[in-house]
């Protein structure tokens, strides 16, 4: 269920915050509550993942013995040839 918040802020916050959840195409209230839910969830690791990041997990299906560190030497290693 949704609650009305009311808050104070600089009137240049307000601006530049309107303008970059335009870019986003996402409303302030959004951006708001995102933020402060990644700031009070409790850590699931020693590591915070983020709200995007939480987002974009299983987007892509990898063998369960796909080592990351090689693979991503091998990228390195063809990108820089």
Do not use: C, W
């Amino acid at each position: 269920m949704d609650a009305k918040l009311t808050l104070k802020l600089e009137q240049s916050v307000i601006e530049k915050a309107k303008i970059y959840a335009k870019d986003q195409k996402t409303s302030i209230s959004r951006l708001i509550e995102n933020y402060l839910l990644s700031i009070t969830n409790e850590k699931e690791s020693n590591d915070a993942i983020t709200p995007l990041v939480r987002s974009l997990s299983g987007i892509i299906d990898l063998p369960k013995d796909f080592d990351h560190k090689k693979g991503y030497t091998e990228f390195l290693t063809n990108k820089y040839k």
